[in-house]
């Protein structure tokens, strides 16, 4: 599982999911978590961080750069392509969980979740990240 | 692994082995390639000897089902054991792996949606997603009542409405969340731990965003089980004391009622045809 000390950024334009996610995310020991209201200003936070981002939570469709766009902006800069990052979505159609795999998703949960299933999609992403 | 397939009544049968993983991608991918050959329209994957999917598969057959829905065929699942049922819904795959009781069926629900209109059809995937979601997110059990035409002078009480606009290629419309205040606090309180005495511009998205969770669970159902063509849609919020919706279509609306322990609301549902 992730170090409790890792860096969370929670992405989402609805403050109540934000609040949601972060109060998980506390429950489950993190205690250093930053908040982004859109992609565009997630990736400003990603930049400015003082210290790295170790993971990043995004909801996938908001207004101003989608979750999606915000990955493939990631996964295209050579210093955050190695950054886990879980996708939170309301939908899980086919093809667009596809779009998500080929756009280099960590792993993505699919809206209502539980603490407990985030908890256990965050291990799964902390094994597949720290071995690649 | 050791896969067999068949042609049978149209449908293209693929026998799965005991254990299905990616092993070997690339002999993965030549199979599936293989499997993409066949003209059958319906693809179904017999899942009566399996008792471990490991999720290093999943990439496989999403692209798979992606594969085939590109050139308008479908995939199902017969024989699926429960274990791994819940493992597809707690991954969110069931829209990936559709599952049949029969070949008879997975035909059936091949075929294309003809026509649209709110029939029950179209209405129980948001009945079952709004119990999923406020039950998952914030532990309230939910207790339908019997969807009823809105009449033109009919006053539902609300002070908060969530709304989304429906569009697709056969019809628009809208799908209105509504509550009464003292409902909407109670449940926002089960959402977030929070309790407020009045809807503030800081809580009243969480209405925005119940209704955006229920319409993306919904419109999973609709568009890769039913063959609708849903698009996404960002959701509003609309306040007030005494909040009226007024829907200027010539379909009249459709108001799903639902009694919870933190109070009733409804949703309403519009649909004009293109």
Request: glycine share 6%; with cysteine.
């Amino acid at each position: 599982m992730f170090d409790p000390t890792t860096k969370v950024l929670v992405v989402d334009d609805m403050m109540t999911m934000r609040k949601i996610v972060v109060k998980a995310c506390k429950d489950i020991g993190f205690s250093d978590i930053i908040e982004a209201a859109d992609g565009q200003k997630a990736w400003e936070a990603i930049q400015a961080a003082t210290s790295p981002i170790g993971l990043v939570i995004s909801d996938w469709n908001m207004p101003n750069c989608t979750g999606l766009d915000l990955l493939k902006r990631v996964r295209a800069d050579g210093r955050y392509k190695a950054l886990p990052f879980v996708l939170l979505t309301a939908e899980s159609e086919g093809h667009e969980v596809a779009e998500a795999v080929k756009s280099g998703v960590d792993n993505y949960i699919v809206k209502p979740f539980t603490p407990e299933l985030l908890q256990r999609k965050l291990e799964e992403t902390h094994k597949k990240t720290t071995t690649r | 692994m050791h896969y067999t397939t068949s042609e049978k009544d149209g449908v293209h049968l693929i026998t799965c082995p005991s254990t299905i993983e990616s092993a070997d991608a690339g002999a993965m991918d030549a199979m599936v390639k293989g499997w993409l050959l066949s003209s059958a329209k319906v693809h179904v994957l017999d899942f009566k000897a399996v008792n471990l999917f490991k999720p290093t598969a999943y990439r496989t057959f999403v692209l798979y089902n992606q594969a085939l829905k590109a050139n308008g065929k479908s995939l199902f699942v017969v024989n699926l054991n429960t274990e791994i049922g819940r493992q597809f819904k707690q991954d969110g795959l069931t829209s990936v792996f559709v599952t049949v009781a029969s070949l008879d069926e997975a035909l059936k629900k091949a075929s294309p949606k003809s026509g649209s209109g709110v029939d029950v059809e179209f209405i129980n995937p948001f009945i079952a997603a709004a119990r999923s979601v406020l039950e998952t997110q914030a532990k309230l059990v939910l207790t339908p009542g019997k969807p009823m035409i809105k009449k033109a002078d009919d006053r539902l009480p609300m002070e908060i409405a969530g709304v989304i606009a429906l569009s697709c290629k056969e019809f628009t419309g809208s799908i209105n969340l509504c509550f009464r205040g003292e409902t909407f606090l109670k449940i926002y309180e089960g959402l977030t731990g929070e309790k407020h005495d009045t809807i503030t511009t800081e809580i009243e998205d969480a209405a925005a965003e119940i209704l955006n969770i229920i319409f993306g669970q919904a419109k999973t159902v609709l568009n890769d089980q039913k063959g609708y063509t849903l698009d996404r849609a960002l959701p509003t919020v609309l306040t007030g004391e005494r909040l009226r919706l007024y829907h200027s279509s010539k379909s009249p609306a459709i108001v799903i009622p639902f009694d919870s322990p933190a109070g009733p609301f409804h949703l309403e549902i519009v649909v004009e045809k293109s």
